[in-house]
């Protein structure tokens, strides 16, 4: 279980992604007096809420919190402390899905299965049914 794997671990990366929803907290604060003193969790996730109940946004000018005994690391936007090699990355993954929206519009999202799900909106519909209930409406 993810509480037993986390009393053994020195560093606990964390980096859940639900679509158009919030993290969900998977080490809870009940679980740190049983982790290892001065263990590290980092959550990728905090962009998105954050995936530990003790995570909250920090800098890469501040970067780092104590809690019970268990260092944070919790940067928003963590690609933001290598920049130009963040951004080739970025600009690589994304070039082919763009050129794809730019040449086919809408008929790209119905001929790649990856591109489907990104659709959030459709004839002024929620479509992306993660999206609707976030705010509260069905899709």
């Not at 990366?13 to 929803?21: D, E, Q």
């Not at 909250?56 to 780092?64: F, G, M, S």
């Not at 519909?125 to 409406?137: D, P, R």
Request: glycine residues 8%; negative net charge; aromatic residues 4%.
């Amino acid at each position: 279980t993810i509480e037993q794997a986390v009393q053994m671990a020195d560093v606990v990366i964390g980096a859940v992604l639900i679509p158009g929803a919030s993290a969900p907290h998977l080490v809870t604060r009940a679980m740190l007096p049983d982790m290892k003193n001065r263990a590290v969790l980092v959550d990728v996730a905090i962009d998105q809420g954050g995936c530990f109940e003790t995570s909250h946004a920090t800098t890469h000018e501040n970067p780092t919190y104590e809690v019970d005994g268990i260092i944070h690391y919790c940067v928003a936007n963590m690609p933001g402390a290598v920049p130009l090699t963040s951004s080739y990355a970025l600009n690589n993954a994304t070039l082919p899905f763009g050129l794809a929206l730019a040449n086919k519009g809408l008929a790209a999202c119905e001929d790649d299965p990856h591109l489907a799900p990104g659709l959030n909106v459709h004839h002024g519909k929620i479509v992306n049914a993660a999206v609707a209930e976030s705010l509260g409406f069905s899709s």
